[in-house]
């Protein structure tokens, strides 16, 4: 688990002082982190021994190797699939259909672990929220499963959009956003800037984010309601998005059990539609 992930995970637990440097450093990530114990001390209000007290409750022995491990994680966070693919090499000893199953299981339980069910509710009641518009777009590779999340919560839920057409549009759609409204936003690493600044514009127009990220966060975290982090480096050239999948397949479902009576209404209308439509009626 990245350090990052570990400080969210921790967030509900933490005393109130090493509480305060967990925020400090996730608004701050990674630079803080990477400063001296007195800084971060000073950034976060509180001391040197409280901060050494945070580091060692994350299970850490030292400031020193906190740091240490941070650094690998911004270094992760950073590499190019073609980087990955010169790291990791070819797995002779397993079965290429067998290893990438194993991963995705693996990927998928260290998801569960990752979020907190508090998050999780808190997401499904962002999206149950009819007096709210949703929006929902992702990046290069993750736009298709907002595209394929705002397919099921049109069917639901009214008033759900998917953002489309050149990034040089976006913002032209931003015109009928309104103060309270839910954007879903799925990015992850190498995160795309044209997403984060989308992200800040939504913001200014007081719209409440879902960020679904990778452990390293998006910065597009610094502003949003909701964070759900998935695992998705899968020890190959490409990451892996099937745990964004399920995450997005686990809200739709939350979601249309939530809300079963309206969703079952704005079905059956749907499928009258499709019916009175077929050939020869």
């Not at 209000?45 to 400031?63: H, I, K, M, N, Q």
Request: glycine share 4%; charged share 20%.
């Amino acid at each position: 688990m990245a350090i990052r992930e570990q400080v969210q995970t921790a967030l509900g637990t933490l005393p109130g002082a090493e509480k305060k440097i967990a925020h400090a450093f996730l608004a701050n990530y990674p630079s803080i982190g990477l400063s001296t114990i007195a800084e971060l001390a000073a950034l976060a209000g509180t001391s040197a021994p409280t901060v050494l007290r945070f580091v060692s409750r994350l299970g850490f022995e030292s400031y020193p190797e906190f740091q240490r491990v941070l650094r690998n994680d911004v270094q992760a966070q950073l590499m190019s699939p073609l980087e990955r693919a010169r790291t990791t090499g070819p797995d002779i000893d397993n079965p290429a259909l067998k290893a990438s199953f194993a991963g995705i299981t693996a990927n998928l339980a260290a998801t569960l672990r990752a979020v907190p069910e508090s998050e999780f509710e808190a997401a499904c009641d962002l999206l149950s929220d009819h007096k709210s518009a949703c929006y929902l777009l992702g990046g290069r590779f993750t736009d298709t499963i907002a595209a394929y999340m705002a397919a099921h919560l049109q069917i639901i839920r009214p008033n759900v959009r998917h953002f489309d057409g050149q990034t040089s549009t976006w913002r032209d759609q931003l015109l009928d956003v309104r103060p309270g409204d839910v954007a879903v936003l799925f990015d992850i690493r190498r995160y795309q800037s044209d997403l984060v600044r989308l992200g800040e514009l939504l913001v200014e127009r007081k719209a409440r984010i879902l960020l679904i990220t990778d452990p390293w966060l998006s910065p597009i975290a610094r502003s949003a309601r909701v964070v759900l982090p998935c695992v998705v480096d899968a020890n190959r050239t490409w990451d892996s998005s099937i745990t964004l999948m399920a995450v997005a397949e686990a809200l739709i479902d939350r979601v249309s059990r939530a809300q079963s009576e309206a969703a079952r209404a704005r079905m059956q209308a749907l499928e009258d539609i499709h019916w009175n439509n077929l050939p020869g009626r």
